[in-house]
C-alpha cells in the first residue's frame, strides 16, 4: 500500500499534467476557434477547430504573402455547414458561391495584385454549436507590363447595326485564350447563337451565326480580372457592356450596274445611283460593315499608297459624308465630282461615291455595324481588312474559338 508521501507526490503530478494541458490549449487557440498552422508547418491551408466541433479550412495559409492573383479561393467545412463566408479586401468584396449542402465556399470574383485579403467564415455543427474562422493573406505584386488590360466594341449603352460584331481588345498578348475565353461571354435577348474568334493574340470577335435580329438587347461580360493571360501576363479588370441592335439596315451594291439598293428592316427605302472602283484600283466585293462615320474628312491618295505628284494622286480636304468600310481605306462618301459618272461608270479609286444629297441622306440614317453587300467585281473582301467577319465561313469562325 502506498505510502501517505508517495500518494501525496502522484497528486502532485497529475495537478502538474493538467495545469499543462490547459496551457497548450490556451496558447494553441485565439478564442475564435482558429487555430493556426493546425495541419503542420508544410500545409497550404488554414483551419479553425475544436474537438467535437465543426472545423472550417481555408486553402490558404493565414498570413500568406505573395498569393497568385488567380488562386481561387475555397473554403470547405468538415463536422458541420458554413453558414457564412466573407472574403473582402479594403477594396471591396470578392462574391463566392456556396454549395446548398453548405460544405464548401468557391469564389467567383478575381484578385487584385499587391492587396491584402480577410476571410471570415463561420460554421455550425448538428447541435447548433458556431465556430468562427478568421485568416488574412496579401497577394503577388504585379507591373502594368505584366497586366493586360481588356478594351470593347461597341461602347456602353450604344445602338449599332446588325453587322456589328462584338470587339475585345487588349493591350499585351493572350497567350492562353483558351483560359481568357473561359471567361468571356455574350448574352442576347432574344438569344442568338454565336462564336469567339481570335483575329490575333491580342483581338477577339464574336458574332451570331447570321446577321443579329433587329431590337436584340446585348451583354458582354470580360470577367477576366486575375485570370491568366500565359507568360506572367493576367487580366488586369473584369470588363461589361451593354448594347442594343437598331433597325436592320442593309445596302446591296452592284459595281457592274452602279446601283446601291437601300434596305431597312427588309423593305426597300431608295435605289441610289453610285460609283465604283475603276480599273487599277477595284471595289473588293464581299460582306463590309460600316466601322467609323465622318461628316467631313481629308481624303489623301498617299495614305493608300499613291505617290504624291503622280497621274493617280488627290488630297481633298473636305470630302463630307465619310464613312469607312475597311482598314484599307474604302469609304462610302459624297463625290460631287463624279456624279455624271454615277449610275453609268466605276471611276473611283475604289471607293464608293455618291451625290451630296444622297450621300447626307443614308449618312443621316447610318448607324455603326450596318452592313454593305458588295457584288460584281473579281476582287474579294479580305477578312482581316477591318471587320470582315462575315466573310469567314460559320464553321471555319467556330474554329476560330479556342475552345473549339
Request: glycine letters at 10%; charged letters at 20%.
Amino acid at each position: 500500500m502506498p505510502s501517505p508521501l508517495t500518494r501525496s507526490r502522484s497528486r502532485a503530478l497529475r495537478a502538474a499534467a493538467l495545469l499543462a494541458a490547459v496551457a497548450l490549449v490556451a496558447t494553441a487557440c485565439d478564442g475564435s476557434g482558429f487555430v493556426p498552422g493546425a495541419d503542420g508547418p508544410d500545409s497550404d491551408e488554414t483551419t479553425a477547430a475544436a474537438a467535437s466541433e465543426a472545423i472550417v479550412t481555408t486553402n490558404v495559409k493565414d498570413d500568406a504573402s505573395g498569393v497568385p492573383v488567380d488562386k481561387v479561393i475555397r473554403v470547405k467545412a468538415e463536422k458541420g455547414t458554413l453558414t457564412s463566408v466573407v472574403l473582402k479586401s479594403k477594396g471591396g468584396r470578392v462574391e463566392g458561391e456556396l454549395r446548398a449542402d453548405g460544405t464548401r465556399w468557391v469564389a467567383s470574383g478575381g484578385l487584385e495584385p499587391a492587396t491584402s485579403y480577410r476571410v471570415r467564415a463561420t460554421a455550425r455543427n448538428g447541435d447548433g454549436k458556431e465556430v468562427r474562422s478568421v485568416s488574412t493573406f496579401t497577394t503577388q505584386s504585379l507591373s502594368l507590363d505584366q497586366q493586360t488590360y481588356a478594351s470593347i466594341a461597341p461602347l456602353q449603352g450604344e445602338t449599332v447595326g446588325v453587322g456589328m460584331p462584338v470587339i475585345v481588345t487588349f493591350d499585351l498578348p493572350v497567350t492562353d485564350q483558351a483560359s481568357f475565353e473561359k471567361h468571356m461571354t455574350v448574352t442576347s435577348t432574344p438569344a442568338q447563337p454565336g462564336s469567339w474568334y481570335w483575329v490575333s493574340s491580342k483581338e477577339a470577335h464574336w458574332r451570331p451565326e447570321s446577321y443579329w435580329q433587329a431590337g436584340t438587347k446585348v451583354s458582354v461580360d470580360v470577367g477576366v480580372n486575375g485570370v491568366s493571360a500565359g507568360g506572367g501576363i493576367y487580366g488586369q479588370e473584369d470588363r461589361r457592356v451593354d448594347f442594343e441592335i437598331g433597325a436592320a439596315h442593309v445596302y446591296k451594291v452592284n459595281a457592274r450596274t452602279h446601283q446601291m439598293k437601300v434596305l431597312e428592316n427588309g423593305k426597300l427605302l431608295r435605289t441610289l445611283p453610285i460609283t465604283t472602283g475603276k480599273a487599277g484600283f477595284t471595289t473588293r466585293s464581299g460582306v463590309k460593315v460600316i466601322m467609323e462615320k465622318y461628316a467631313q474628312k481629308r481624303m489623301n491618295s498617299e495614305t493608300v499608297g499613291i505617290a504624291r505628284g503622280s497621274a493617280e494622286a488627290y488630297d481633298i480636304d473636305d470630302v463630307k459624308w465619310a464613312m469607312r468600310l475597311t482598314s484599307s481605306g474604302e469609304f462610302i462618301h459624297a463625290a460631287p465630282w463624279s456624279v455624271g459618272s454615277q449610275g453609268h461608270a466605276n471611276v473611283s479609286h475604289g471607293c464608293t461615291g455618291m451625290s451630296t444629297d444622297n450621300a447626307a441622306w443614308l449618312y443621316s440614317m447610318t448607324r455603326r455595324g450596318d452592313v454593305v453587300e458588295y457584288v460584281g467585281t473579281d476582287r474579294p473582301m479580305e477578312p482581316g481588312n477591318g471587320w470582315g467577319d462575315w466573310n469567314v465561313s460559320w464553321n471555319d469562325y467556330v474554329a476560330g474559338s479556342a475552345l473549339s
